[in-house]
């Protein structure tokens, strides 16, 4: 069989080539296959790893299940990184040939960093049976028995080992981890002094010491430690940077700088040094520094394109979003798919509200970056952006699950938390967040709102406080500041709060209602908080916050129209404002101008497409008109951006329930969805009702009719609709009894002349 040889047949002369084609296909297969092999060897030796595995590639195509070709072709995989090809051809090879210890030893490791504990555990018994001294392999099972819990077998495997080859260093880390899962702490640290006296040489060793140091708080021996590294491993800036992240742990930024400033003059063409120095910077607010650190880390870059995508996120966290689009089309123009650019290009996505764009883009970059926890980050702040908590939810709980010392992902699950009234949850997530990164200003401010919301008023009020010597002018600080003062009851402090905030930014609506509150409180009257609102509204007129707040004051001293005029003054300054409209339709409802009051929710729908409560006023709006086709869409728009909302499930269940010719089935779904969501909610409940009478299940209709009238007795639409049933089951008197109480009640409205009609029927 002829194979591909890299040498010029063209320069041969026809007949040589032809006898070496004849003398190929004629060869013995096993002496072409030790030919293949061989050349393969003296390849490796002279260290041409791409002829040597062309070589072995060749020998295995001969022969499938010639394991020492595997085997040495898996060893060449490892060497050049490529584990996953390295580990399918030692799994053969331990299949193969289960003489070969080596084979399996390799094997079990990979199975076992890859969780396959069983499948490790299978290897190492094997290497166990054929040689009960294996080093390695008791080694590996007591990984594997630490591992699964069983610490008496992982004591049995390691001193077992340890007896055997008491130099071996791998074996004194091994020792020392089980003496730190039984908490013998000394004894754990004398094991990891070991193995660094055993082989003094492997950095390894010395970081998992340094692990040890730093999770027990011994700050002072681990820096003694890394100095210690820095003086014996001269050829890594690695030391230089765990000294660093130390001092930065400590809080010692100044000497974390000079750490890496030395680093970088040591080591001045690593672009690692370059970056990690870069994100010092970004961290510590020091934007122009961190500028140049990219440049230097740039310049000095095997693959500059990743560091540009880096300096393009940094422009983007900074809001330089023009310099951030060029360095993104600079990346792309040359590698359309590069990670990085595709990244910060679903990040302007989000950035221009085209979150829907942004999924889809980020849902390739998942496909092809499953563990890259920017990706999922980024993926929650699309879903939350679109009202998808759960989606959101999920996203970032992945996110963690890939980054969990990202102090920026903890901070967007407290906002989650927050948002669905999860205090508790909130509180854990943004005190992680801080701890990760003592300077996240946001995670201070999510963990100030969750204590404020759990009312713990004091400790509120003390973190605003501390905060507030750190920021004496941020609004937000303040704020919750004010509000925290409020929850004491101290209403004095809280105005002056207020007071201050307005001198800052006179713009600020919330201060400004809080301000009017504590007026009204106080007893001022109405008129002067209408002026005062008018006043402070001249000073900022393009502030639609302060008109919209006017409207509702306006609205109170009974002047809609000046309310509406106010509110059509916010909505030209700003269309997006979603009270402009909704207020504007309340008013135009109660002065009975539905016509206008359902183009006010149509105009916002227009603005913002996924509104709820644009959706559920129009429906109530058609409802009112007799539009029930038209609500009935409207209530379904809303089911389709949230597919459980109760209220919009509740009321088109009602309205198909009362069709001509209903589709029973879909009223009873969505009155089943509505009840599952809010199951003691009267009004939901008298909708199954209603769905179950028109169903002809009585007995289930007087059921849950019964459930509506005891919370709320006083309502004749639930009493005549618990008649209904009564009757339908044949018990007249208990009917009758029902519907005559709720003649007796106010409210019967329109239904009134109904049920006096069914009194004198029923009563023949």
Same mark, same amino acid.
């Given at each position: 069989?002829?194979?591909?040889?890299?040498?010029?047949?063209?320069?041969?002369?026809?007949?040589?080539?032809?006898?070496?084609?004849?003398?190929?296909?004629?060869?013995?297969?096993?002496?072409?296959?030790?030919?293949?092999? &061989?050349?393969?060897?003296?390849?490796?030796?002279?260290?041409?790893?791409?002829?040597?595995?062309?070589?072995?590639?060749?020998?295995?195509?001969?022969?499938?299940?010639?394991?020492?070709?595997?085997?040495?072709?898996?060893?060449?995989?490892?060497?050049?990184?490529?584990?996953?090809?390295?580990?399918?051809?030692?799994?053969?090879?331990?299949?193969?040939?289960?003489? !070969?210890?080596?084979?399996?030893?390799?094997?079990?490791?990979?199975?076992?960093?890859?969780?396959?504990?069983?499948?490790?555990?299978?290897?190492?018994?094997?290497?166990?049976?054929?040689?009960?001294?294996?080093?390695?392999?008791?080694?590996?099972?007591?990984?594997?028995?630490?591992?699964?819990?069983?610490?008496?077998?992982?004591?049995?495997?390691?001193?077992?080992?340890?007896?055997?080859?008491?130099?071996?260093?791998?074996? &004194?880390?091994?020792?020392?981890?089980?003496?730190?899962?039984?908490?013998?702490?000394?004894?754990?640290?004398?094991?990891?002094?070991?193995?660094?006296?055993?082989?003094?040489?492997?950095?390894?060793?010395?970081?998992?010491?340094?692990?040890?140091?730093?999770?027990?708080?011994?700050?002072?021996?681990?820096?003694?430690?890394?100095?210690?590294?820095?003086?014996?491993?001269?050829?890594?800036?690695?030391?230089?940077?765990?000294?660093?992240?130390?001092?930065?742990?400590?809080?010692?930024?100044?000497?974390?700088?000079?750490?890496?400033?030395?680093?970088?003059?040591?080591?001045?063409?690593?672009?690692?040094?370059?970056?990690?120095?870069?994100?010092?910077?970004?961290?510590?607010?020091?934007?122009?520094?961190?500028?140049?650190?990219?440049?230097?880390?740039?310049?000095?870059?095997?693959?500059?394109?990743?560091?540009?995508?880096?300096?393009?996120?940094?422009?983007?966290?900074?809001?330089? =979003?023009?310099?951030?689009?060029?360095?993104?089309?600079?990346?792309?123009?040359?590698?359309?798919?590069?990670?990085?650019?595709?990244?910060?290009?679903?990040?302007?996505?989000? &950035?221009?509200?085209?979150?829907?764009?942004?999924?889809?883009?980020?849902?390739?970059?998942?496909?092809?970056?499953?563990?890259?926890?920017?990706?999922?980050?980024?993926?929650?702040?699309?879903?939350?952006?679109?009202?998808?908590?759960?989606?959101?939810?999920?996203?970032?709980?992945?996110?963690?699950?890939?980054?969990?010392?990202?102090?920026? =992902?903890?901070?967007?699950?407290?906002?989650?938390?927050?948002?669905?009234?999860?205090?508790?949850?909130?509180?854990?997530?943004?005190?992680?967040?801080?701890?990760?990164?003592?300077?996240?200003?946001?995670?201070?401010?999510?963990?100030?709102?969750?204590?404020?919301?759990?009312?713990?008023?004091?400790?509120?009020?003390?973190?605003?406080?501390?905060?507030?010597?750190?920021?004496?002018?941020?609004?937000?600080?303040?704020?919750?500041?004010?509000?925290?003062?409020?929850?004491?009851?101290?209403?004095?402090?809280?105005?002056?709060?207020?007071?201050?905030?307005?001198?800052?930014?006179?713009?600020?609506?919330?201060?400004?209602?809080?301000?009017?509150?504590?007026?009204?409180?106080?007893?001022?009257?109405?008129?002067?908080?209408?002026?005062?609102?008018?006043?402070?509204?001249?000073?900022?007129?393009?502030?639609?916050?302060?008109?919209?707040?006017?409207?509702?004051?306006?609205?109170? &001293?009974?002047?809609?129209?000046?309310?509406?005029?106010?509110?059509?003054?916010?909505?030209?300054?700003?269309?997006?404002?979603?009270?402009? =409209?909704?207020?504007?339709?309340?008013?135009?409802?109660?002065?009975?101008?539905?016509?206008?009051?359902?183009?006010?929710?149509?105009?916002?729908?227009?603005?913002?497409?996924?509104?709820?409560?644009? =959706?559920?006023?129009?429906?109530?709006?058609?409802?009112?008109?007799?539009?029930?086709?038209?609500?009935?869409?409207?209530?379904?728009?809303?089911?389709?951006?949230?597919?459980?909302?109760?209220?919009?499930? !509740?009321?088109?269940?009602?309205?198909?329930?009362?069709?001509?010719?209903?589709?029973?089935?879909?009223?009873?779904?969505?009155?089943?969805?509505?009840?599952?969501?809010?199951?003691?909610?009267?009004?939901?409940?008298?909708?199954?009702?209603?769905?179950?009478?028109?169903?002809?299940?009585?007995?289930?209709?007087?059921?849950?009719?019964?459930?509506?009238?005891?919370?709320?007795?006083?309502?004749?639409?639930?009493?005549?609709?618990?008649?209904?049933?009564?009757?339908?089951?044949?018990?007249?008197?208990?009917?009758?009894?029902?519907?005559?109480?709720?003649?007796?009640?106010?409210?019967?409205?329109?239904?009134?002349?109904?049920?006096?009609?069914?009194?004198?029927?029923?009563?023949?």
């Amino acid at each position: 069989m002829f194979r591909f040889r890299p040498f010029p047949e063209s320069f041969l002369p026809f007949s040589l080539l032809l006898l070496l084609i004849i003398t190929g296909c004629s060869s013995n297969p096993e002496i072409e296959k030790q030919d293949y092999f &061989h050349k393969a060897m003296e390849y490796l030796k002279a260290e041409n790893l791409d002829a040597a595995i062309i070589e072995l590639k060749n020998a295995i195509q001969l022969d499938s299940k010639f394991a020492d070709a595997r085997y040495q072709l898996g060893l060449l995989y490892l060497k050049r990184g490529e584990g996953k090809k390295g580990f399918s051809e030692l799994q053969k090879v331990a299949d193969l040939d289960p003489s !070969n210890l080596d084979a399996k030893i390799k094997t079990a490791e990979f199975l076992l960093i890859s969780r396959d504990k069983a499948g490790a555990r299978h290897q190492v018994e094997d290497i166990l049976a054929v040689d009960p001294n294996h080093v390695e392999g008791l080694a590996l099972l007591a990984n594997i028995e630490l591992l699964e819990g069983n610490l008496q077998g992982a004591e049995e495997a390691i001193s077992k080992a340890l007896t055997l080859a008491p130099g071996l260093d791998r074996l &004194h880390s091994i020792q020392g981890r089980l003496y730190l899962t039984e908490k013998k702490m000394e004894e754990a640290e004398k094991a990891f002094r070991q193995a660094i006296k055993a082989n003094p040489d492997k950095m390894a060793n010395y970081q998992i010491l340094l692990q040890f140091y730093q999770a027990g708080g011994q700050d002072e021996r681990a820096e003694k430690l890394i100095v210690r590294m820095i003086d014996k491993f001269t050829d890594t800036p690695l030391p230089h940077i765990l000294l660093a992240s130390l001092y930065r742990k400590q809080g010692k930024l100044l000497q974390a700088e000079k750490r890496l400033d030395t680093a970088v003059r040591i080591f001045p063409d690593n672009s690692r040094l370059h970056l990690i120095l870069a994100d010092f910077y970004r961290d510590l607010g020091k934007f122009t520094r961190a500028e140049e650190a990219y440049a230097a880390a740039m310049a000095k870059a095997e693959k500059p394109e990743d560091v540009k995508a880096q300096l393009a996120d940094f422009y983007f966290e900074q809001k330089k =979003y023009n310099q951030a689009r060029q360095a993104m089309n600079e990346l792309l123009e040359k590698n359309p798919d590069h990670s990085g650019g595709r990244l910060i290009a679903a990040k302007f996505l989000i &950035h221009e509200g085209r979150n829907r764009e942004a999924l889809s883009a980020l849902g390739g970059l998942e496909n092809s970056y499953p563990h890259w926890g920017a990706v999922y980050f980024n993926k929650a702040l699309a879903h939350m952006n679109l009202g998808e908590v759960e989606l959101a939810r999920q996203a970032i709980s992945e996110a963690l699950r890939k980054v969990p010392s990202s102090s920026k =992902y903890h901070t967007l699950f407290a906002l989650l938390h927050l948002n669905a009234g999860e205090f508790e949850e909130a509180k854990e997530e943004a005190s992680i967040a801080l701890k990760l990164n003592a300077k996240n200003f946001r995670a201070a401010l999510l963990l100030g709102k969750s204590v404020f919301a759990l009312k713990d008023y004091p400790t509120a009020v003390r973190m605003y406080e501390e905060m507030r010597t750190r920021l004496p002018d941020n609004v937000e600080v303040l704020s919750g500041l004010g509000m925290a003062y409020l929850g004491e009851g101290d209403k004095t402090r809280a105005e002056e709060i207020f007071k201050q905030i307005l001198q800052k930014d006179p713009g600020n609506t919330p201060a400004l209602k809080a301000l009017l509150s504590l007026a009204e409180s106080r007893g001022e009257p109405l008129e002067k908080l209408v002026e005062r609102t008018k006043a402070l509204t001249s000073r900022v007129p393009d502030n639609d916050g302060h008109l919209v707040l006017l409207a509702e004051l306006l609205l109170r &001293h009974d002047d809609p129209e000046g309310a509406l005029a106010a509110l059509d003054k916010a909505r030209d300054i700003n269309p997006q404002n979603p009270r402009a =409209y909704t207020l504007s339709a309340l008013i135009l409802k109660k002065q009975g101008k539905l016509v206008r009051a359902a183009a006010q929710y149509r105009l916002l729908i227009r603005k913002h497409p996924r509104s709820l409560r644009a =959706y559920m006023g129009l429906g109530s709006l058609l409802e009112q008109q007799g539009d029930m086709e038209g609500a009935k869409k409207a209530y379904a728009a809303a089911l389709e951006i949230k597919d459980d909302f109760a209220p919009a499930a !509740n009321n088109l269940a009602w309205i198909l329930a009362g069709d001509k010719d209903p589709d029973l089935d879909e009223a009873l779904r969505l009155a089943l969805l509505a009840k599952q969501r809010f199951p003691d909610e009267v009004n939901i409940i008298d909708t199954l009702g209603w769905v179950h009478y028109r169903r002809k299940a009585y007995s289930l209709a007087r059921f849950e009719f019964d459930q509506a009238v005891e919370l709320q007795p006083n309502n004749p639409q639930f009493r005549y609709h618990l008649a209904l049933a009564l009757m339908a089951e044949g018990k007249r008197d208990q009917a009758l009894a029902e519907i005559r109480a709720a003649l007796e009640l106010t409210g019967a409205g329109k239904e009134r002349e109904e049920m006096l009609a069914l009194v004198q029927q029923w009563e023949k």
